[in-house]
């Protein structure tokens, strides 16, 4: 027999359901609640307690290095651990954000730690309003709604907020940003989006240069749908495009002077390059020479300075290519199905790595069928969402992949997830339903 609650039970209970009617739908409540679960998992795990091993490089790798010489005085240099001058083996936003935390709160305190874990929390966390926007506007409120709490609340996309000091977090935020702003421009009149266009992706190619390979697919996209329309696009890209130029050019001027030729950026793609392909090559990353783990690379880096270095690297691994273009093909097949099924888990307790792989590869597929639904049912912007899954991990087929890789994507996959969950319902039989 069910027992009546009590008057002042119902009350309370109303009162919640009254609050939760409203809470559920508000942009304020998610992004609260989400950063209130980041900073819980920070302080309750002490995440912000970095192991000192290695000289603290594990607080931000390379990033924390450059970060400690900003901090020093010493300027945007020093990505290991010697003193070897001017760099640009790392975009700059996120270290001189290191840097300007160091100086305030110490070099690899923890004090630094949590401030640089609640920033990217925060990021984290901000990350549920464009992703609510975008599956509202792409598919519908159920699906907006149940994406933006399932950011907000599920502990595997916390990892990364609450564990690494790196620009993984911001690098999500700025995408999602990105591809709410391009669906919105065929709407948008006047010159103002499409300024905020180009100046969006000149943060995110200085935050993370990879997300660049984006850039072709959502400029060319957001003139497509103008021109469907009616509208006029070549001035406001061209707009967006001296604005995007303006953002960047103070870094490569820094660049050209630092090192005396332009570099769009970042310096260390060869070196990249060499760390997938070479002798011993099996698809992953060979950690083993990589001049933070290697004496004798740390050595010629030193010796060589960071572009001769990174130019040396890069030949030996186009000459490691084209000496055997199947290995290549085989190795970069291999980084495709590691990149969505995740990688080999050899240091993992035995039971938990098939675990861990059979949810990331999970996950895949049913972005791949969300995805694959969403074309078929001509849901607005589901070409999008396309462009983007075959445009950005590209080159982690041709390097070398990481679970971190794949995270400044995961608020688009994640919508698609949802979206095909969500679906689900309406592919049960008719007959399912039990008879009153």
């Given at each position: 027999m069910v027992?009546?609650?009590?008057?002042?039970?119902?009350?309370?209970?109303?009162?919640?359901?009254h609050w939760w009617a409203r809470a559920r739908t508000s942009f304020l409540w998610m992004v609260v609640i989400a950063l209130f679960l980041r900073l819980a998992l920070i302080?309750?795990?002490?995440?912000?307690?970095?192991?000192a091993y290695d000289n603290d490089f594990?607080?931000?790798w390379e990033m924390g290095r450059?970060?400690?010489?900003?901090a020093a005085g010493h300027g945007f240099a020093d990505p290991f651990d010697s003193h070897t001058g001017p760099t640009a083996w790392e975009p700059p936003l996120y270290p001189y954000l290191i840097g300007g935390v160091f100086r305030l709160a110490g070099v690899y305190s923890h004090a630094s730690a949590f401030i640089l874990l609640t920033i990217n929390s925060v990021f984290s966390a901000l990350t549920c309003i464009p992703m609510f926007l975008i599956a509202r506007k792409c598919f519908n409120e159920k699906v907006a709604l149940w994406t933006g709490w399932t950011w907000a609340i599920l502990p595997s996309v916390m990892y990364w907020c609450t564990r690494w000091v790196w620009e993984t977090s911001l690098a999500a935020f700025l995408l999602a940003l990105i591809f709410w702003l391009t669906l919105q421009m065929e709407e948008l009149e006047g010159m103002t989006p499409w300024i905020a266009f180009g100046i969006l992706w000149g943060v995110a190619g200085l935050t993370n240069t990879s997300l660049l390979a984006f850039l072709p697919a959502s400029g060319l996209w957001a003139m497509q749908r103008r021109w469907k329309l009616g509208r006029h696009a070549l001035v406001g890209a061209f707009i967006a495009a001296v604005?995007?130029?303006a953002t960047i050019a103070p870094w490569l001027v820094r660049?050209?002077?630092?090192?005396?030729?332009?570099?769009?950026?970042?310096?260390?793609?060869?070196?990249?390059?060499?760390?997938?392909?070479?002798?011993?090559?099996?698809?992953?990353?060979?950690?083993?020479?990589?001049?933070?783990?290697n004496v004798v690379e740390m050595r010629r880096y030193q010796d060589l300075g960071e572009i001769a270095y990174v130019a040396e690297r890069k030949r030996e691994a186009v000459a490691f290519i084209r000496e055997d273009w199947g290995r290549f093909a085989w190795l970069s097949l291999k980084r495709f199905i590691y990149y969505w099924d995740g990688?080999?888990?050899?240091?993992?307790?035995?039971?938990?790595?098939?675990?861990?792989?059979?949810?990331?590869?999970?996950?895949?597929?049913?972005?791949?069928?969300?995805?694959?639904?969403?074309?078929r049912k001509r849901q607005p912007g589901a070409w999008l969402f396309l462009w983007l899954i075959l445009s950005y991990p590209a080159i982690y087929y041709f390097v070398f992949p990481h679970p971190r890789y794949r995270h400044p994507i995961e608020p688009e996959l994640g919508i698609l997830i949802v979206y095909v969950v969500s679906e689900a319902q309406f592919s049960r039989p008719r007959g399912s339903q039990k008879p009153a």
């Open positions: 027992q009546a609650r009590s008057p002042h039970t119902q009350t309370v209970y109303e009162k919640f359901e302080i309750v795990g002490h995440t912000y307690k970095f192991k594990s607080f931000g450059i970060g400690r010489a900003i604005f995007f130029a660049n050209y002077e630092s090192f005396g030729k332009l570099i769009f950026i970042r310096s260390n793609f060869g070196a990249e390059l060499r760390l997938g392909n070479g002798p011993g090559a099996n698809g992953t990353w060979m950690s083993y020479i990589h001049p933070s783990q990688l080999p888990r050899s240091s993992e307790i035995p039971p938990l790595a098939p675990l861990k792989n059979a949810l990331f590869l999970a996950s895949s597929v049913l972005a791949f069928w969300g995805l694959g639904r969403a074309l």
